[in-house]
């Protein structure tokens, strides 16, 4: 313990240095075992992915009674012979290709030797042709590339020729043996994981429920269930939907005529696992392939309408089917994933980054203690929808927050929306006044914002039509404010309503003392003008200044609070107003309280006729008070 309190006072300042230091001494160090471990990692990662996607095969197998070892072995060794088949047919292709690479290269001179005609030459052109050139020259047997007659002959440089001493038998032996025999070690620790992995898998599972933590083991065990459960249909669905995608690019590339379709098909199949970039690349190839072959363009243009019509359909009609719109990964962890996977383990690396960052992203979302992975790399938003409102208000960015908002209003209306998402910002600014975080003057530009908010968004029409394309921030939204009520269609007409509603403005709201219950009373006059009734908005500081609002044809007076000062304070307001206005209904809305228990309480206490929590709420009162036949009932049932 540290006695100084200069001393105590550094270290505390110092903490957070020393804490960025740890973690980034914790990812680099990381970042070098998985360097380094690469040859024992990379096979457990791909056994792990593995068992995923034969988890569910060997459960069927033991449905139909048939023991779990025998099972686990039977789906293995079926799944590492298929493998084995599709690497012979992959090697058979890549031969063949390479052996009539110099002459697609042929082609390929004379296609560009005719652009650089047409074109009239070009610095780019030149390049382009010198490096196909020499290629072609690299590619072509020694005795081809020799130069016949001229000059050439005659001045023959001299070769020299320097021989190393003959190696030893056990140097032979290394040099053939080596390069095939680490494949097969790797092939043989995938096998050897795979087969453990889907052995043991109820042991795995309650080993890692015990890291994750056992305090609350049915909660823990239900979250890792669904987490295993969830990442084994996933992987299963796109493992399926790749290997489809893969069969039809080679059946579509041997219809076109493009040499080794097989090849490029199964290219295709694995690097669809990378998102966003893996189908580019896989379309590259069979396109450098084609422009080869074919001397005209005809190959080409059909291999890309292969991969325009192939691709979307495969992204975004079937994908959507089996997995949802996405894979749970924001696009800058997607590409981040893949440029540090490549890094520390190559091509694997880059194929497997998709899978291990669902995978983590997964356990974030479903282990406490792993929660930050959820949020580095998820898709899902940070904030809550109300959060993003505020911080876009204190940043001064109402625009952003307008393009959010009707996003959303083209699935929701604009009183749910202010319910849930304006007014849990304003909630959230009114915490930040209350403990003096907020200066006056940030208020006031923090409440200016919101109200320019509410008035471009009270021009957009009610009309509701359903959005094709959402971010992630919109779909979170919409999920968050679930469903309209009835009350937000009803638009009233002058006849529909009763005789006391029908003035110019027949609703006035009062707003209590501040920028952010104005704000609130703006959205409730808003809306309830959309709507057929019409408001005007006045302050208490302007009533305490001695303004008076014209009275006449108010039916009905609205108190509007976020947080009320006292309940004395709001009652002392309803008598003034019925005894200012003869016969008004007085509403109080509370747009803090949301507790039912707690929302009588305060009814009965501030000697309201309605007590109201929320804008719809209002809404609702406010429809049912200006039915010109249920005028007299509406009060005792609202409240």
Known sequence: MIDDPVTARRLRDAMPVFTALA????????GAILSLGRDVLMPITLAVLLSFVLAPAVRGLQRRRLPRSLAVLVVVLATFGALGGIGLMIANEASQLASDLPRYTVTMREKIGALRAQAGGGATLERLFQAVQDLSQDLQPPEAAKPRGGPADVEKPMLVEVREPKAGLLSTLGSVVAPVLHPLATVGLILLFTLFFLAQREDLRNRAIRLAGSGDLRATTAAMDDAVARLSRFFLAQAGLNLAFGVVVALGLWLIGVPSPILWGVLAGILRFVPYIGAVIGMAFPLLVAAAVDPGWSMLIATVVLFAVVEPIAGHVIEPLLYGHSTGLSPVAVILAATLWTFLWGPVGLVLATPITVCLVVLGRHVERLGFLDVMLGDRPALAPSEI????????????????????LKERALATYYDEIALGGLRLAQND????????????AVGQAIESVVATLGSMPVRKKASTVRSAETEAAVAALGPDRAST????????????????APVLVVASRGPFDAAAAGMLAQVLGRHGLHARTVSQDALAKGERPDMEGVALVCLSYIEPISTSHIRLAARLARRAIPGVRVMVAVWRERDPAGRDRLRRATSADILVTTITDALDAALTLSGASETREAPRRAA
Do not use: H, N
């Open 489 to 504: 269609a009803i638009v009233r007409r002058k006849e529909d309503l009763a005789p006391a509603w029908r003035g110019p």
């Open 433 to 444: 006044r209350a403990s003096g975080a907020l200066e006056a003057d940030r208020q006031q």
């Open 23 to 30: 973690t980034c001494l914790l990812v680099l160090a990381i």
């Open 389 to 408: 409102f505020y911080q876009r208000m204190l940043a001064g960015d109402p625009m952003e927050a307008i393009d959010k908002a009707r996003q959303v």
